[in-house]
Each structure stands twice: as structure tokens, then as C-alpha cells.
């Protein structure tokens, strides 16, 4: 199935001045220590307008000042070396892909933001965006940790949010539609999509198109069937290189891009393995970025889906590997205002740049590591790193999986800003986590900006920070 368009008839929470009753919230168990966020909250104003309203406090689920690092009774038996106070090894000025910890910080420190009623909190997030009105739209799992799987599968929770700019949520939606949201995407028409890699029977394993009041007006992929169809893809790139067997087109279960060019996206079935986020360039043609399973391995989805406006699938590009239009686990996609397409190559530590018909243009390893990718309507480029670690711990176990995921020695974790004509990385700001990493991910892993320049960042382990910019930094 490529594409279904329907109309829901689900119900969406509006919350006003005075917030009403939410659904219960099932949460983690378990003290956690907590490392210095210096995040103090604003107070609580009752106006909703942007422009008149101080931030509200924020929500954070009980892991979001954790780092990932649980109490002591639940650490194994000590693997490795555990130092009291300063840890022997530091991270140098320039990571060994060229990635900058270096630069300047023009923010003040990460504050948490949106806020709900009724003493819900944020589970996991990597999904943020803001609109052209100027609200900001992101996830919620539910109030689970984790991402795919059944985050919201049962839940009474609504996974899709719209806040302020203070941190008021002024509506939600998508319960019983979504079975784990991964990104949330505002369309520059203001349709939101939402990336769901959940799973479960007749459902997940697609991208979903809302309106801004939460009707469901069109569905990518098949619901509840994971899948690489169309498969065999010949890469699209503009390189020199010797075609394998799959490139060639000897290889009968191959259909290329000139095929699917010859008149043939009619009959085609559409199924993703993960899908991770969407992005819509200025003409309305929607980029699947495909897929979150796999990373560091050999299997899984490794590539970006395009199709039309309406959805009729156009071409993809991409598989495993290593090499300019090879990936590895595909976490984040954004587009310019030249509707170059920006991919967040997670597991190869880089962002590689395409045109939008596919064609490699460039890779950038100075960002770090990308779980979020967004760019503004002045071209800055902003890319969020969660994961980047070495391997080394204080917490007497170790920080690396045995296929080496996560692994970008030297990189620190923050939010690098720059600009997307020169690729030249401008400003950082530096996760308050202390290195070396726990195992986890940590920080934002989306992230978006408010009309203000203020930034904001989606965090796995259960809140959204705000980052203001400092008074008197140029603009």
C-alpha cells in the first residue's frame, strides 16, 4: 500500500486557560541520580500569547536530569575501572572526525519546557518542529522510555502536542492512531506528519499526514508490515564507481530508479522498516527518511523514500554501507531553502547532502553525530548529538554494544549550529552531562527554533529543554 487517504473522527484535546483533567500516566520506578541542569523554571503565567507570557515549568519524566546513569543498586558488578572525581581521560578540542567541542556558546543553559496538565509528564522524545504560526509541535511516547515497540499502542495518552512558545499546550491528538512516535514534522503548508516505527497488527510501520485539527488525511507505506519494497534500488549518485550484481541490474529482484521512471510508480508497494522522520520541500514532494532498525549491523532499511504531493511513490535512494549515498541508520532529514535534502546518517557519524532528485552532492562529519537535523528559514543548519561515546564509562560497565554502535571517539554531545552555504560550524552547545557518557543517549535528539532564535531540544530520556539565546549576542 503506497497510499491511504481517510478522514478520523477521533477526538482532540483542546486545553485552555484553566488546564481540564488528562489521562493517567503509568511511570518508571527507580531513583536516578541527578547531575547539575542549573535548570530553573520560569513562572507560571496565564496569558497564552506568545509575545506576553514568561515559560511555564515544564513537565520532565523522572529520567529527563538522569544522563542515562541509574543509582548504584542497579549497576552489575564493576566491569571497568570506576574513578572518584575528575576522570583521567578528557575529550580533546577537535573530535577525531573534525567535529569542534570547542566553540562558543551564545545560549543560557537548557531549562525544561512544555508543560502538562493534571501531573502528566514526558516519556521519551526525539521529535520537535515549529509551525508557520509560529507554535511548536512535537511527540510524546506515551509517557514510556524506549522508542518502536507499543509505546502508545494502549495508552489513553495523545502522542501529538502543540504548545506556545511559553510552554502551553494548547491541543493534542492522535490516540489510538499512533503506535510509537518517532519525529514530528511541520509541512511549510502546515500539514503535520509524524514518523510512527511502532508495530503491532494493522498498524505502525508508516508515516502519517494530519491536519492541524488531527484528521488523518493520508498514510504512507503499509500499516503493520515492515518490508524494503521497492527493493534493489540503484543508487543515485553522480560518482565514479563499478556496479555490484544488485546495481547492474543481472540481479532479477532489482528495480532501478530509470525503471521506476519508465512509468511503472502506479503499481508500486510502498513498505518501510523503521521509518524515522518526514521532510516536504517547497513544492510539496515528501522525503521518508527509512529506517531506525539495524544500526552498526547488516540488515535493515538503509535509505530516503520520495513521492509526490498526493503520494504516489517517485524513487529512493540509499542502502547499507559506508560509502557517499550509503547509510546506516537514517535517524533525521531537512530540507533548504534550495530543497537540497539534508540526511542525519547516524551511525556513520555525518550528514550527507543530496539534491532532490537524489543525487550526492556532499558529507559533513564536522556536525558530530546527527539524531536531529533542522534548518531554519535562514539556513542555519542545526544538528543535535545524543549519542557520540568511546566506549569509556564510570559506571563500571561497558558503554558500547558488541557491533560498536554509538561509537565517534572524541565528539561531545550538544547541539552544533552553522550554516548550510559553507558547512562552517559557528556555535555549540554543550550537553550539561559529564563525559565519559553513560550508554544512553542523552541531550536532545530533535530539535527546532522558535521565531525568537530560541532552540529547542526533544530528549530521550523524557523532557523538552529550552535554550535561550543570551541577551546582547548578535543576531
Partial sequence: MTQVQERSGHQRHCWTHSFTSAAALALLTGLLTTPNYNAQAGAVGQNQEIDEVSDLPGSPGPLADSCGVANEDEFPEPQTPIFDGRYPVALPAVSLLGARNDLANPYEAGTHWGSFPDGRVWGSTAGINRAPDGTIWAIDRCGATGTGGTTCLESELDPILQFNQSGALLQSFGR??????????????????????????????????????????????????????????????????????????????????????AGVRSNVTVTFDSPTEVAVNHDGDIYVA???????????????????????????????????????????????????????????????????????????????????????????????DSESRDGRTNIGRAGLSPTGYGF??????????????????????????????????????????????NIYGADYLGTVRKFKKKQNQDE
Fill in 176 to 261: 489510538g492512531l499512533v503506535v510509537s512516535p518517532h519525529k514530528i514534522t511541520v509541512a511549510p503548508d502546515g500539514a503535520i506528519w509524524v514518523a510512527d516505527n511502532g508495530q503491532a497488527p494493522g498498524k505502525g510501520q508508516v508515516v502519517l499526514k494530519f491536519s492541524t485539527e488531527g484528521d488523518l488525511l493520508m498514510t504512507l507505506g503499509t500499516p503493520g508490515v515492515t518490508g524494503s519494497d521497492p527493493n534493489g534500488f540503484v543508487r543515485t549518485r553522480e560518482i565514479a564507481s563499478e556496479p555490484t550484481a544488485a546495481d547492474d541490474g543481472t540481479n532479477p529482484n532489482t528495480l532501478t530508479n530509470d525503471m521506476i521512471d
Fill in 408 to 453: 565517534n571517539p572524541g565528539a561531545r554531545r550538544g547541539i552544533r549550529i552553522g550554516s548550510v552555504s559553507d558547512g562552517q560550524v559557528e556555535a555549540f552547545i554543550p550537553d550539561p552531562c559529564s563525559y565519559p557518557y553513560a550508554g544512553v543517549s542523552s541531550m536532545a535528539e530533535g530539535v527546532t527554533t522558535d521565531v525568537d532564535g
Fill in 290 to 384: 527509512d529506517g531506525h532498525s539495524g544500526g552498526g549491523g547488516a540488515l535493515g532499511n538503509a535509505r530516503v523514500v520520495k513521492f509526490s504531493a498526493d503520494g504516489a511513490f517517485v524513487r529512493a535512494w540509499g542502502r547499507k554501507g559506508m560509502g557517499p549515498s550509503e547509510f546506516d541508520l537514517v535517524h533525521s532529514i531537512a530540507i533548504d531553502s534550495q530543497d537540497r535534502v539534508y540526511v542525519g546518517d547516524r551511525q556513520n557519524n555525518r550528514v550527507q547532502i543530496f539534491d532532490s532528485d537524489g543525487h550526492f552532492i556532499e558529507v559533513w562529519y564536522q556536525f558530530g553525530r546527527p539524531s536531529g537535523v533542522y534548518i531554519d528559514e535562514n539556513d542555519v543548519l542545526y544538528v543535535s
